[in-house]
């Protein structure tokens, strides 16, 4: 198995600018989860779905962020209109039921 | 609240010496519990799990961990650290909900 795959790798960006992050989960997995990472906050969980739907966004920092997940492969998370604060390493990860959560390698977004 | 506790933020041992890194957890009934190692760069992957039986529970790269039910803690050990166990642990707890609450991590460095 590929594990869970996300795209881009980097990113850099300009303020202002729309960002889409990508993700493929693991083949048969039926949650799916979107992190974030800095320094000052460590890891915070944005949303999460179950079956392809949304469960918990209460993570989503403001309406400029928003995540879709269209089918059982494949996850976006958005972020419009970007900003410098939302520099960060943004992980996918997803599990089967309540177990392990698998993660992706992440993207490193950079917003200047 | 339920949540995961890693009170050491930054240990460094020697390399050859024994290591214990702390995790406690506050959750209403027994939690599933995970220990993730992140290398800088990279994702996180998986060192070991709890979900129920057996206290002691061994995981990859000789790594295993106790659940201590009376203490309400789960710490992660190794007889023996090696250089490339320098890295970023974090432990984690979750239940049927499939979302995990995750310790503030811990950063590792092994002294030469």
């Known amino acids: 198995d590929a594990g869970v795959i996300q795209s881009p790798r980097h990113e850099v960006t300009e303020m202002g600018q729309e960002v889409t992050l990508r993700c493929k989960p693991i083949?048969?997995?039926?949650?799916l989860f979107w992190y974030r990472q800095t320094m000052m906050r460590g890891l915070e969980l944005l949303i999460y779905f179950n079956n392809n739907v949304p469960i918990d966004d209460s993570g989503m920092p403001e309406d400029r962020f928003s995540a879709k997940m269209p089918n059982a492969s494949f996850s976006t998370l958005k972020i419009q209109p970007s900003e410098p604060r939302d520099s960060a390493v943004y992980f996918c990860?997803?599990?089967?039921?309540?177990?392990?959560?698998?993660f992706g390698p992440g993207t490193r977004l950079t917003v200047l | 609240a339920q949540s995961v506790t890693q009170p050491d933020i930054h240990i460094t041992v020697s390399e050859g010496a024994s290591l214990e890194l702390r995790c406690n957890y506050s959750?209403?009934?027994?939690?599933?519990l995970f220990w993730y190692v992140q290398s800088p760069g990279q994702g996180l992957q998986l060192l070991l799990k709890?979900?129920?039986?057996?206290?002691l529970v061994q995981g990859i790269k000789g790594f295993e961990a106790e659940f201590k039910r009376s203490q309400s803690s789960f710490n992660l050990r190794k007889p023996s650290v090696h250089w490339s166990d320098a890295a970023e642990y974090f432990c984690a707890g979750g239940g049927n909900t499939g979302k995990l609450i995750f310790g503030q991590g811990t950063t590792l460095q092994v002294k030469p």
């Open positions: 709890y979900f129920s039986g057996d206290t």
């Open positions: 990860a997803s599990s089967f039921a309540s177990d392990t959560q698998y």
């Open positions: 083949s048969g997995h039926d949650y």
């Open positions: 959750y209403g009934a027994t939690p599933y």
